[in-house]
């Protein structure tokens, strides 16, 4: 194509595009078939939007999601026998008898918004003071023969910065750090964990309210004249006592491995979900709350040797009588809960109902569109229909006349086509109606 046919074309192609006009052609098709055809049409959306949107899902009602609080409180006791020394202290004085850890012990912090970590396993090292010392771990170790191996700098791994000194018995270099260093003997961290909590308990309490929907609303998970120290959920189906049992919490995970003492060895991250879904439409008592929970650190299609598990290191800081500054260090190993709130309410709403209704009638314009896709594109005689349903009217005056005479009637844009009839008869005949198209 020669450039100044490109240029005609294109600007033929805007002249049509920006000023001519395209208008709805009816043709009525006597056809039972395509009349059936559009009729099921239309009843499948009708029933779609009325069944499900607006019934099965309840479109005529306004939705909120749900507002709440919740609080936690943990009890239980771990009684340790430390006759004989304690393995997991390392640096520690000796302990003689009981070892007992009580909540203030084993929950740390002791309030987080919405969740709370229960220390399951640990390593302690008592007694550090700043100083200068060697590194204990050998996978920490700088490796040196001389001064000239230790050159001063920082280090992401390891207790601290070299500090320039090869240690002449250890062979490795002096470090800047809390001495003496953490040493962590893995095997004995991995033999299980050293705080038996899955029976321990826990109080959730949760309160929550739907105030775009109705100000007044008000739930909580609990009822405020029973008994809570004399009930225990256990999965019971009491949806109204919520203090659990930790191993209850971990027996509803859904993921594999469940097993309490595995989580605690290693540590976890367990979403515990409280769910509320309620139609503010009905009485209160179909409004209740639902547990569930599933594991974030790590997932079914895991590895064996892959790094699940939750664990972190906090100090506890004091000094002697010499106002020398000392800490003890913690690697706490243990299962956090996150407390997660989902739901949503819903009531009724003139709008809304309104709102699914007019999209129901609007949509009733696709069962057009579907049935022209078949007379057009799929049945026999669909180049009849096609001829019948497109057409160009020219109303250009080219110097008098009735612009090519294309169209002598206003009938024009109504048409009947018969295909229900057999006969001859003639293609088009005009009548009040229009022009009517035989078979």
């Not at 009816?26 to 939007?49: D, T």
């Not at 004995?188 to 309490?205: D, S």
Request: glycine share 8%; net charge neutral; with cysteine.
């Amino acid at each position: 194509m020669w450039p100044k046919q490109k240029c005609e074309w294109a600007w033929n192609v805007f002249v049509t595009a920006a000023f001519e006009y395209d208008t709805p052609k009816i043709v009525h098709i006597q056809n039972k078939k395509v009349g059936v055809l559009y009729r099921l049409f239309q009843l499948g959306i009708v029933g779609f939007m009325i069944g499900y949107s607006i019934i099965y899902s309840k479109g005529y009602q306004n939705t909120q999601s749900v507002i709440g609080a919740v609080t936690t409180k943990l009890k239980g006791v771990q009684y340790y026998n430390a006759t004989g020394g304690v393995p997991f202290l390392q640096n520690c004085a000796a302990i003689n008898g009981p070892l007992v850890l009580d909540p203030a012990d084993y929950v740390v912090p002791p309030e987080q918004p919405n969740s709370f970590f229960v220390m399951t396993n640990m390593w302690v090292t008592c007694s550090q003071t700043y100083g200068t010392c060697v590194e204990q771990d050998p996978s920490l170790a700088s490796k040196c023969s001389g001064p000239a191996d230790c050159t001063p700098q920082s280090t992401i791994k390891g207790n601290g910065p070299t500090t320039g000194v090869c240690n002449n018995q250890t062979r490795t270099c002096d470090v800047y750090a809390w001495c003496p260093t953490e040493y962590e003997i893995t095997k004995i961290t991995y033999m299980g964990p050293k705080i038996n909590a899955e029976n321990f308990t826990v109080l959730i309490k949760n309160s929550i309210e739907f105030p775009n929907l109705d100000p007044d609303f008000f739930k909580k998970n609990y009822i405020s004249n029973g008994d809570l120290a004399n009930c225990t959920n256990s999965l019971s189906g009491n949806n109204y006592c919520p203090i659990f049992k930790l191993a209850d919490i971990v027996n509803m995970i859904s993921q594999a491995p469940k097993n309490f003492s595995n989580l605690a060895t290693k540590g976890a991250v367990v979403v515990l979900t409280i769910r509320w879904d309620c139609d503010l439409d009905m009485s209160l008592d179909h409004c209740n709350p639902r547990y569930s929970a599933r594991r974030l650190d790590t997932t079914p299609l895991d590895t064996p040797n892959s790094s699940g598990g939750f664990n972190f290191r906090f100090a506890k800081y004091w000094y002697d009588s010499n106002g020398v500054q000392y800490r003890t260090l913690v690697k706490a190993y243990g299962i956090l809960f996150i407390v997660e709130l989902v739901g949503q309410g819903g009531k009724f709403s003139f709008t809304a109902m309104i709102v699914k209704l007019g999209s129901t009638i609007a949509l009733l314009g696709i069962a057009a569109v579907l049935s022209d896709m078949v007379v057009l594109y799929i049945l026999q005689k669909r180049h009849l229909y096609y001829r019948q349903k497109y057409q160009m009217v020219n109303d250009e005056d080219d110097g008098g006349g009735d612009g090519g005479n294309i169209l002598h009637n206003s009938e024009e844009k109504h048409q009947v086509v018969n295909d229900d009839r057999g006969g001859g008869g003639n293609l088009l005949n005009n009548d009040e109606e229009g022009p009517l198209l035989n078979k």
